[in-house]
Nanobody, 123 residues
């Protein structure tokens, strides 16, 4: 089993930056894809970004492209989400997730999830 632990969330002002981390442990060799999703109360979990462990290929939601960057450190089994130029609409709980295959953008493709880390962006 893969275990995921996120960190790095917090309260920032619009225009600020934050870096989220997701440390993976356990049977990480079975993980094909790592993703970040976010969710606000009353709404569905939303795709933010994803990265393929081996090749480093990346995908982004249109709403964050150009502002967020996903990266991985294979030696540390850690995935990062660098968030720049944050906006109030980026406020959400951010979740790290692991997938063994399937659609990059669909939360149902991910079978392991972290506990989430809250990000609040004030205007």
């Amino acid at each position: 089993q893969v275990q995921l632990v996120e960190s790095g969330g917090g309260l920032v002002q619009a225009g600020d930056s934050l870096r989220l981390s997701c440390a993976a442990s356990g049977r990480t060799f079975s993980t094909y894809l790592m993703g970040w999703f976010r969710q606000v109360p009353g709404k569905e979990r939303e795709f933010v970004a994803a990265i393929r462990w081996s090749a480093g290929s990346t995908w982004y939601a249109a709403s964050v492209k150009g502002r967020f960057t996903i990266a991985r450190d294979n030696a540390k089994n850690t995935v990062y989400l660098q968030m720049n130029s944050l906006k109030p609409e980026d406020t959400a709980v951010y979740y790290c997730a692991a997938s063994q295959g399937g659609s990059v953008y669909y939360f149902g493709s991910y079978d392991r999830w972290g506990q989430g880390t809250p990000v609040t962006v004030s205007s």
